[in-house]
């Protein structure tokens, strides 16, 4: 088996119908960007800025933050590569950097990711200068996480817009292009997509976090690990009403959570509309053999059907359709 997917890294993950499925990895860190060439992705969807900061003793200067960012879109090559900024604060907890915040009851919705970024700005200042310096010249793809509200997605741009001001008032090189994105992983944010959808140019669902918040269940308590499932009505319905509304905002959207890496749930999301997946290396393949034994249309007539007659067991239903088409 392990073979067999080697031998699809140089195959496009396209359905039996001919529609185009954009895989793409996660990563974190320098040594992440192998992960490109070994399984074939198309980019990186989602490039988890803090880990830099979580793996060192001190605060990473501007500097090594814009040489690291430098090094991935130079081992990146011609493939895109999306920036989330830093997802710190709550439960990734830094003593160098918010020693003034209090012990939190409930971490993971607490004073986390853009809320500590636009509050501490010269820390998202700092990631902004490094992040618009190292894509001189390129595309800069930059993606904000835990936007609650439209307006917490126009402050981070602001910042990030004078940030490239400056940078052109020194008369020093600028990306090329700037690409800005919110992550979709607060439920709220769903109920302000037309506010948000004409101001953003892609938009990625985070459905680690979307999930916990979706059915207040800690993503991280092993007692509530088996009780909601990916494959529920609740979360199919969300990733539908998200994904219909941006298609005809002409925004692209995509699944960067633990979800789209495995292949029944990845097979749903596509069914329902999610043609790009960022998802973990090692799924790579599995994902992108399932992907070639889809019929698109088919599986697509399928999830409206079911999302209008939903059952107790959604993952048996797809489960079954799936095995009846040879998936
Ligand atoms: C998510 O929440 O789904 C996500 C991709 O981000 P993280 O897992 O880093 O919170
Ligand atoms: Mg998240």
């Given at each position: 088996?392990?073979?067999?997917?080697?031998?699809?890294?140089?195959?496009?993950?396209?359905?039996?119908?001919?529609?185009?499925?954009?895989?793409?990895?996660?990563?974190?860190?320098?040594?992440?960007?192998?992960?490109?060439?070994?399984?074939?992705?198309?980019?990186?969807?989602?490039?988890?800025?803090?880990?830099?900061?979580?793996?060192?003793?001190?605060?990473?200067?501007?500097?090594?933050?814009?040489?690291?960012?430098?090094?991935?879109?130079?081992?990146?090559?011609?493939?895109?590569?999306?920036?989330?900024?830093?997802?710190?604060?709550?439960?990734?907890?830094?003593?160098?950097?918010?020693?003034?915040?209090?012990?939190?009851?409930?971490?993971?919705?607490?004073?986390?990711?853009?809320?500590?970024?636009?509050?501490?700005?010269?820390?998202?200042?700092?990631?902004?200068?490094?992040?618009?310096?190292?894509?001189?010249?390129?595309?800069?793809?930059?993606?904000?996480?835990?936007?609650?509200?439209?307006?917490?997605?126009?402050?981070?741009?602001?910042?990030?817009?004078?940030?490239?001001?400056?940078?052109?008032?020194?008369?020093?090189?600028?990306?090329?292009?700037?690409?800005?994105?919110?992550?979709?992983?607060?439920?709220?944010?769903?109920?302000?997509?037309?506010?948000?959808?004409?101001?953003?140019?892609?938009?990625?669902?985070?459905?680690?976090?979307?999930?916990?918040?979706?059915?207040a269940a800690d993503r991280a308590n092993p007692k509530l690990a088996e009780r909601y499932d990916w494959l529920s009505t609740s979360i199919l319905r969300f990733v539908r009403l998200v994904s219909d509304q941006?298609?005809?905002?002409?925004?692209?959207?995509?699944?960067?959570?633990?979800?789209?890496?495995?292949?029944?749930?990845?097979?749903?999301?596509?069914?329902?509309?999610?043609?790009?997946?960022?998802?973990?290396?090692?799924?790579?393949?599995?994902?992108?053999?399932?992907?070639?034994?889809?019929?698109?249309?088919?599986?697509?007539?399928?999830?409206?059907?079911?999302?209008?007659?939903?059952?107790?067991?959604?993952?048996?239903?797809?489960?079954?359709?799936?095995?009846?088409?040879?998936?």
């Amino acid at each position: 088996r392990k073979a067999a997917y080697a031998a699809l890294r140089d195959l496009a993950p396209e359905t039996r119908d001919g529609h185009r499925v954009t895989v793409m990895v996660n990563a974190g860190l320098r040594d992440d960007v192998a992960a490109l060439d070994v399984t074939g992705a198309d980019g990186i969807g989602l490039f988890r800025t803090e880990f830099q900061f979580l793996v060192s003793a001190t605060l990473p200067q501007r500097e090594r933050q814009q040489r690291l960012y430098r090094e991935v879109l130079d081992a990146a090559g011609d493939r895109p590569v999306v920036f989330r900024t830093v997802d710190i604060g709550g439960d990734k907890a830094l003593p160098y950097l918010v020693a003034d915040s209090a012990e939190e009851e409930n971490p993971a919705m607490g004073w986390r990711a853009l809320r500590l970024a636009l509050e501490r700005d010269g820390l998202m200042k700092a990631q902004a200068r490094a992040l618009l310096e190292a894509a001189a010249g390129r595309t800069l793809n930059v993606m904000f996480p835990m936007v609650s509200e439209a307006w917490e997605f126009d402050e981070a741009k602001a910042l990030f817009e004078a940030q490239r001001d400056w940078i052109a008032s020194r008369g020093r090189r600028l990306p090329v292009e700037i690409r800005y994105g919110a992550m979709l992983e607060v439920p709220s944010l769903a109920y302000q997509l037309d506010l948000l959808l004409p101001k953003v140019q892609f938009l990625s669902i985070g459905t680690n976090d979307l999930t916990q918040f979706l059915f207040a269940a800690d993503r991280a308590n092993p007692k509530l690990a088996e009780r909601y499932d990916w494959l529920s009505t609740s979360i199919l319905r969300f990733v539908r009403l998200v994904s219909d509304q941006a298609r005809a905002a002409g925004v692209p959207v995509a699944v960067c959570g633990e979800m789209g890496g495995r292949p029944l749930e990845a097979m749903a999301l596509i069914g329902l509309g999610i043609d790009r997946l960022s998802i973990t290396p090692a799924a790579v393949g599995p994902i992108k053999a399932m992907i070639r034994s889809l019929d698109h249309g088919a599986l697509q007539a399928r999830m409206v059907d079911l999302l209008d007659h939903p059952t107790r067991d959604m993952r048996a239903v797809l489960a079954d359709w799936a095995a009846s088409q040879g998936v």
